[in-house]
C-alpha cells in the first residue's frame, strides 16, 4: 500500500517539476495594451518637438473597457510610443507575428498615423536589424473621430532579433500650416507562437521529490528481500 501511494505521489511530483520547463504557446505579448493600468506601463514614450503635442491616457469614448492612448502633434516631429525589445532571442527568422488594434481620430492638413516593426539587435549592442511599416504607409481615420476602426496585419520575422522586437505607433505633422494629428489607439495586441519563460522550481521541491524517490526504492528493496 505504501509503496502504491509513493508511486502515485512520485508522478505528481513528476508533473510538478516537469512543469518549470519552457513551454511553446501562442500568446499575446503585447505589456498594458489595452492602456488599462491608466497609464503608459509597459510603454516607451518619444514626445516630439517641443509644442502643444504629448501624450496621454483619456477615458473619453475608449474601444473598449475604460482607458486608451491618446497622440496629439502639431509639430513636424513625431510622437512615438512603443511596445519595446519584447522577447530577446526567442525569435526566429520567418516567424510569424499577428498584430492587432483600434484607432480613431483626426489627421488634418498633413497629419499621419504610421505603424512600424523593428528586430532589435541584442547582446550589448544598440540598433535594428529590419524595419517595415506594416501597411506600407501612413494609416488614416475613417473620416469620423469618434469611429473606431480595427487594423490587423501578419509580419513575418525578416532578420535576427536577438534583442526583441519593437512595435511602433508614431504620429506626425507636415511642415504645414493647420497640421493637426489627434489619434486614440487601444486594444494593442502582438501574438505569436513563442517560448512561455521557464517556471523555477524551489530547491525544496526538488529535495523532497528526490526523497520520495528513495523511500520507494527502499520499500521496493524490502519486498524483494521478503520474496
Known amino acids: 500500500m505504501f509503496n502504491k501511494k509513493c508511486t502515485k505521489l512520485v508522478a505528481a511530483m513528476g508533473i510538478t517539476l516537469f512543469a518549470g520547463a519552457a513551454q511553446a504557446a501562442y500568446q499575446d505579448i503585447a505589456v498594458n495594451g489595452g492602456f488599462e493600468t491608466g497609464d503608459f506601463t509597459g510603454w516607451t514614450l518619444f514626445p516630439g518637438s517641443a509644442g ?14 475604460t482607458y486608451s492612448a491618446q497622440l496629439t502633434e502639431l509639430n513636424p516631429a513625431a510622437n512615438v510610443i512603443k511596445q519595446a525589445n519584447l522577447l530577446p532571442g526567442a525569435w526566429t527568422i520567418g516567424q510569424q507575428i499577428d498584430i492587432a488594434f483600434d484607432y480613431r481620430g483626426i489627421a488634418a492638413a498633413g497629419a ?6 523593428f528586430t532589435e539587435l541584442g547582446n550589448g549592442q544598440e540598433g535594428v536589424t529590419s524595419s517595415v511599416n506594416l501597411f506600407g504607409g501612413p494609416i488614416f481615420p475613417n473620416g469620423d473621430a469618434n469611429v473606431w476602426t480595427n487594423k490587423t496585419v501578419s509580419y513575418n ?8 522586437i519593437t512595435l511602433q505607433f508614431s504620429v506626425a505633422c507636415a511642415p504645414i500650416n493647420g497640421c493637426n494629428g ?8 502582438i501574438s505569436a507562437d513563442v517560448d512561455t519563460p521557464a517556471v523555477p522550481v524551489p530547491a525544496a521541491v526538488w529535495l523532497f521529490g528526490s526523497g520520495l524517490l528513495g523511500l520507494v526504492g527502499v520499500a521496493r528493496r524490502k519486498k524483494a528481500l521478503a520474496a
Do not use: K, R, W
Open 182 to 189: 489627434d489619434y486614440f489607439i487601444d486594444n494593442v495586441s
Open 52 to 65: 502643444p503635442s504629448g501624450q496621454q491616457i483619456s477615458t473619453a469614448n475608449p474601444a473598449s473597457g
Open 157 to 164: 520575422v525578416l532578420a535576427e532579433a536577438s534583442g526583441g
Open 112 to 117: 499621419v498615423l504610421n505603424v512600424e516593426l
